[in-house]
């Protein structure tokens, strides 16, 4: 394959476009460890890196949410198996509490995995 710009054989291909790119035009591009054939690729690459970062950041952000919230419903739910306990000793309700309780534990537990490794 040529590159794009030169009668020069390519030595890669751009990973925004897919044209081929030489050794000069991967210089002058600069799209750091990725190849790009021109500036404007490589700006493009970056813009698109920064916005996918975003998101992931986004996402770990609500990842990391979910995990408060799922917790605090586990612990509320405990806090109600406990009374149904002492208070209204219904088996139903204290298993349904004791569910709930363990349902929002996992999920609490699930979200937290996320927001610490990304997805
Ligand atoms: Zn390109
Ligand atoms: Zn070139």
Known sequence: ???????????????????????????????????????????????????????LRKSEQSARASSYYSYLCAALSTGGAIGAVYYLPHPYLIGFTSACAVIFLASGFWYGRIARKGF
Do not use: W
């Open 1 to 55: 394959m040529k590159c794009h710009a030169h009668t020069t054989e390519a030595m890669g291909v751009c990973a925004y476009c897919g044209r081929g790119v030489c050794l000069d035009c991967a210089q002058s591009a600069a799209a750091g460890p990725r190849l790009a054939c021109s500036p404007a690729c490589a700006n493009s690459l970056v813009r698109t890196e920064l916005a996918m970062n975003s998101i």
